[in-house]
């Protein structure tokens, strides 16, 4: 084990100290013993910077199941590492907020905390893992450790509500991701994320290719929140806020798009990987941030623009697939749109950070969150007014903050569709930078209204149920920090350049990188008049007209009926499935056990006369039957008309008397032929039988003792019919495919020499096959300890409830 | 065909056949005790059918049928009359102090 994977696993073998520390050291927020973490991994990651940024990659390998080809195989390249620094430093920053917004007395801290970690540790798992076995096991731990934390304060109904939408929808994807990685294996051969990588050509050959890609893509989409998986992200907005800034803005909803960056190089050959993908982001893009304008709480605004912003990145992902068909020049123009990506993705991590800790701190200073009530808050918090601004207007896309950057980098990879002549991207791809255009636009208004209604305007405070103030200095601190850097990165965005952008890109371009293309990261350029430019200004003026009318045309939002969105019809296909489900159940399991006697018997016949008919048995022999005799015409006519009398009879006890005479007319079956054994102990036990149906009949019920004779049913009648057809074709089908002879022979001629008896039937029973008597013997004691206790158990009852009551009694 | 071997068939055919009225009385009742001597009719063709069937297949194996058949037919019969007249098969002491 190398120090690698105890970095790796630092975050989950911290998490069984944190409850012991949180009973033992009350005085201290147990948030500062857990902020230790975080810390001491992204100080370990940092150090990686060096190497990959030189194109050097960290492998190590702990065997786990070898025999599966399942390793811990931690694999760090440019990408993990990105990732990896995301969430250790957004980690840190985000326990050291939790410190300050969440109470010690009054929150169950232990708790808190060890979910935490445990997100963390499997988030590291995911991006650090090559193997896609162990990548799933941690996948599927962010989407537990997330559920934990949705549903942390699970006395709220909501909370409980957000939870389970998120794991279902998360679970499903998961799941089907792990069909794909399967599927991926199945091609070739080995689960390491490289194999597949250096395999990409069989993979793209396979047959499988197309469900492998889906399969792993909704994995990926349901867990980036995109369209029409992105219903869990609004209400997993019930977590405490630490967790929404940490899980639901800046880490775990990038998995997504870390396993679509990580996947790119085996999939990214196809024209439907572009097409899917960025058909979906866009779209995404365009949902998130429309329905972002409507939304009343600030957090659901958040959520909501999360939603548009990974449809972005998502589609950025997408548009990068173009540079594997570009073959130009040296200067590869499409590789942009994964600079882009990769860029947004750290710039997003920053800003929406921090306006969810900005948030938060509304929240906890004002007690509400809902726009309505809120405004006027500029002079009583200032600095939560900056941080505010600038985390909206870097999300807005305006200079000089690193939104502008990437806003301006993703408009320019849109326009670049009119250069591809490839995939139809000449045609319906002109789509893309028009809903990219709009989607902008409501990006920037509801990016102006989280501002501008919470900080400007009049001031209600009179409304709020807490008179606000400024928050304390800790919880200022990592929202200012992140403010910093989306500052500072707006300014020198070349410090990512080389270090981190470039090691990212060149791990989802390994092909391109090989074949000599360079991958050049030049973030200063954003001078000069260019189309992306212009669409810029366009989008803040028709933004701003927008903003200043939203009165007018908020009516559109109305217009659809709640049956009908995405989150009416995930509540209604829960009950609905609920209900068929019920309805079936309640159908098929009638509780009667002749319906499920009927269920049997038909099923028996059904599979048997099926199984006959489609191999074709049902040409029988009869040469080698032999004859019959006339005794044995008439005792055959005694045992039917005997069974048959049965069904007929008024009451039940001629039918016990019949009964015993099909009884006694099978053993002289018997003697007929040649079975005295049998002739003996089949009379035997007749008349025991007979006898104890007697004793159930006198046990029974008056009520049921006068019963007419059964009642008719044609359903009943068919079924026992076609029971006894399916029995009688199956002997003549045995009787008459008799491929081997009996090993009967070996018995009759070793009976005496070796067993030393000359009954035949008792030498198998008790020396040939003397196993089979033994446990028969058992079943006979059994039975009759059973039969023992029930009877016991019954006259204590009995004596329980009186004399006389004969309802509930044994049946044997 | 040897003579005897005639005969014993045809006694065996007279055998089922008195075994048939037999069950149509077992079948048709009217009153349980019909049916029960009936059956214990049955029972004592049975025996003679079985002990035709052992001189035709020139056996001695079916002898202690014979015996069991004629213990069995017996009890059969006595503990459906005991049923019938008293509505029990195994009187118990104990049933009185309850």
Avoid: C
Wanted: aromatic fraction near 14%.
């Amino acid at each position: 084990m190398s120090v690698l994977h105890l970095a790796i696993l630092l975050p989950l073998l911290a998490a069984p100290f944190i409850p012991f520390l949180f009973r033992a050291v009350k005085r201290i927020h147990t948030g500062w013993f857990v902020l230790v973490v975080p810390a001491l991994l992204f100080a370990y990651f940092f150090r990686f910077i060096g190497i990959t940024s030189d194109g050097g990659v960290v492998t190590e390998t702990v065997r786990w199941m070898p025999s599966l080809g399942i390793n811990f195989t931690a694999y760090v390249d440019g990408l993990g590492l990105l990732f990896a620094l995301l969430i250790t430093g957004i980690g840190a920053l985000v326990v050291l907020y939790s410190i300050y917004y969440l109470n010690k007395d009054k929150e169950s801290l232990g708790h808190f905390y060890v979910y935490l970690l445990l997100f963390m540790g499997a988030m590291l798992g995911v991006v650090l893992s090559d193997n896609m076995v162990v990548m799933y096991m941690f996948w599927e731990l962010t989407s537990i450790s997330s559920f934990l934390l949705i549903g942390y304060w699970y006395e709220k109904e909501r909370s409980r509500y957000g939870a389970q939408k998120s794991m279902l929808i998360t679970v499903f994807g998961g799941l089907s991701m792990l069909g794909g990685i399967v599927l991926l294996e199945s091609m070739v051969g080995s689960f390491s994320i490289r194999d597949m990588i250096a395999n990409q050509t069989v993979i793209v050959d396979s047959p499988f290719f197309i469900p492998a890609m889906i399969l792993i893509l909704l994995g990926a989409f349901t867990k980036s929140a995109q369209f029409p998986f992105h219903i869990w992200l609004p209400d997993a907005m019930e977590a405490p806020t630490p967790v929404s800034a940490y899980l639901h803005s800046a880490t775990m909803v990038k998995a997504g798009l870390y396993l679509v960056a990580r996947m790119s190089p085996v999939f990214q050959e196809s024209s439907l990987w572009l097409w899917i993908i960025v058909s979906f982001g866009t779209f995404t893009l365009f949902w998130g941030s429309f329905n972002a304008v409507k939304q009343t709480d600030l957090k659901g605004i958040l959520a909501y623009s999360t939603v548009s912003q990974l449809g972005l990145i998502m589609s950025l992902l997408g548009l990068g697939a173009a540079a594997l068909h570009y073959d130009g020049m040296d200067d590869n123009i499409f590789m942009v749109a994964t600079i882009a990506a990769i860029f947004h993705l750290i710039n997003h991590a920053t800003f929406k950070g921090s306006l969810f800790m900005m948030v938060g701190i509304v929240d906890h200073e004002t007690g509400t969150r809902d726009i309505r009530k809120l405004g006027g808050l500029m002079t009583v918090m200032p600095i939560t007014f900056t941080i505010a601004v600038i985390g909206s207007l870097s999300m807005a896309g305006l200079p000089p903050f690193n939104g502008f950057l990437s806003k301006e980098m993703f408009l320019k990879a849109t326009t670049k569709v009119f250069s591809m002549d490839f995939f139809a991207l000449d045609t319906i791809g002109l789509l893309i930078p028009v809903v990219a255009f709009i989607a902008s636009v409501f990006t920037f208004i509801y990016s102006l209204i989280i501002f501008t209604r919470t900080f400007m305007g009049k001031a209600q405070f009179d409304k709020l149920p807490k008179q606000p103030h400024e928050a304390p200095i800790g919880m200022l601190i990592p929202p200012a920090i992140l403010a910093i850097l989306v500052v500072v990165l707006g300014f020198v965005p070349n410090v990512l350049s080389n270090t981190l952008i470039r090691p990212a890109v060149e791990s989802i371009y390994p092909t391109l990188v090989e074949g000599g293309q360079a991958v050049e990261v030049d973030l200063y350029f954003w001078h000069g008049v260019t189309p992306e430019l212009l669409m810029t200004i366009g989008i803040v003026a028709l933004g701003t007209l927008m903003f200043f009318t939203l009165n007018k045309w908020m009516g559109i939002y109305n217009r659809v009926p709640y049956r009908l969105t995405l989150n009416g019809m995930y509540d209604g296909s829960l009950v609905w499935s609920n209900k068929a489900a019920y309805r079936f159940k309640d159908n098929y399991m009638t509780g009667f056990i002749r319906s499920y006697l009927i269920y049997i018997f038909v099923f028996m016949s059904g599979m048997l006369l099926f199984s006959m008919w489609w191999y074709d048995l049902f040409n029988f022999s009869f040469s080698e039957m032999a004859e019959i005799a006339p005794y044995e015409y008439v005792l055959g006519a005694v045992v039917v008309l005997s069974a048959f009398a049965i069904l007929f009879m008024r009451s039940r006890l001629p039918a016990i008397i019949l009964l015993g005479v099909v009884g006694y007319s099978v053993a002289l079956f018997f003697v007929f032929f040649e079975a005295p054994d049998l002739a003996l102990t089949q009379l035997v036990i007749e008349t025991v039988s007979v006898a104890l149906f007697l004793l159930v009949f006198y046990h029974m019920p008056e009520i049921s003792k006068k019963e007419a004779r059964m009642r008719f049913k044609v359903g009943n009648a068919i079924v026992s019919v076609l029971v006894g057809v399916t029995v009688m074709m199956l002997s003549f089908m045995t009787l008459s495919n008799k491929s081997l002879s009996s090993i009967s022979e070996y018995y009759k001629e070793n009976v005496y020499d070796l067993a030393a008896g000359k009954n035949m039937v008792n030498v198998v029973l008790v020396d040939f096959r003397g196993f089979d008597t033994l446990f028969e013997i058992i079943v006979l004691a059994v039975a009759g300890l059973g039969i023992y206790t029930m009877i016991k158990f019954r006259t204590t009852v009995q004596r329980t409830k009186g004399e006389g009551e004969h309802g509930h009694e044994a049946k044997k | 065909m040897h003579w005897l071997d005639i005969l014993i068939y045809i006694s065996l055919a007279i055998l089922l056949l008195a075994m048939f009225f037999m069950l149509y009385r077992v079948v048709k009742g009217p009153t349980t005790a019909d049916r029960v001597i009936a059956l214990d009719s049955i029972g004592i063709a049975l025996i003679s059918v079985v002990a035709l069937l052992s001189i035709l297949l020139d056996t001695t194996m079916f002898f202690e049928v014979i015996l069991l058949l004629s213990i069995l037919a017996f009890i059969g019969t006595v503990a459906f009359s005991k049923f019938l007249e008293r509505g029990e098969i195994i009187h118990h002491d104990r049933d009185n102090d309850l």
